[in-house]
């Protein structure tokens, strides 16, 4: 049973244009989120984060979103660039507890 | 920048070989993790430790094992692989000192077993 859900395995958007990645997850005690960003044949390198007490955090391009009445969370990335195109994972955890992580959703940016 | 490292990058390994993965960090990080990812799904926490001679085992079941002698080396053995332990095998670590932990990932360790 999966806690944290990405339910689009891909995603194509225009060069300049924004690209929505969503998450969302079922268990209610998670309350710290994180993106991460995997090219090929490399590790996952971290993005942005955000707490539960929080619904934005902004940093540079990306912007995450946290609604937790509806148990979800997106990525914004504006302007979206080539070199945006990648895997994005969501991850999410209780205090105290290990990160879950999404099945990640293929990002192409198109030039 | 992270500094975790992960060798080898990629493995080819007959069935009932025994192998060890290695994973180090120079961030004085105390607690490691052990991923297993397969195309397309989602990292799966297969070990994990949250300090010297401290080890865990993760959500998925696994046949490896680990060890942590020393807080920057966290090594993975299978001891006898088999075509189900093809995957990709990602290594991480944390720092716990707040309650912000992002994890720092190697390159990870591309494994087949034939």
């Known amino acids: 049973d999966q806690q944290v859900k990405q339910n689009s395995p891909s995603l194509s958007v225009q060069e300049g244009r924004i690209s929505i990645l969503n998450c969302d997850y079922t268990?209610?005690?998670?309350?710290?989120f994180l993106w991460y960003k995997k090219y090929p044949a490399e590790g996952p390198t971290f993005l942005i984060s955000i707490s539960s007490i929080k619904d934005k955090n902004e940093d540079g391009r990306f912007t995450v979103f946290l609604n937790k009445s509806a148990k979800h969370l997106s990525l914004h990335i504006v302007p979206s660039q080539p070199g945006d195109s990648a895997v994005y994972f969501c991850?999410?955890?209780?205090?105290?507890?290990?990160?879950?992580f999404g099945p990640g959703t293929r990002l192409s940016v198109l030039p | 920048e992270a500094d975790i490292y992960q060798t080898p990058r990629y493995l080819v390994i007959g069935t009932g070989k025994k192998i060890t993965l290695e994973c180090s960090q120079t961030?004085?990080?105390?607690?490691m993790y052990w991923y297993q990812q397969d195309p397309g799904m989602e990292l799966h926490l297969i070990h994990y430790?949250?300090?010297?001679?401290?080890?865990e085992k993760g959500d998925l079941s696994s046949e490896s094992t680990v060890s942590r002698i020393r807080t920057e080396h966290f090594p993975l053995t299978l001891e006898s692989a088999r075509p189900s332990h093809t995957s990709q095998y990602l290594c991480a670590s944390s720092e716990t000192r707040t309650s912000e932990d992002e994890q720092f990932f190697g390159p990870g360790t591309r494994l087949t077993v034939l």
């Open positions: 991850a999410a955890r209780g205090y105290g507890q290990n990160f879950v």
């Open positions: 268990n209610s005690m998670f309350d710290y």
């Open positions: 430790s949250y300090g010297v001679n401290s080890t």
């Open positions: 961030m004085g990080h105390d607690k």
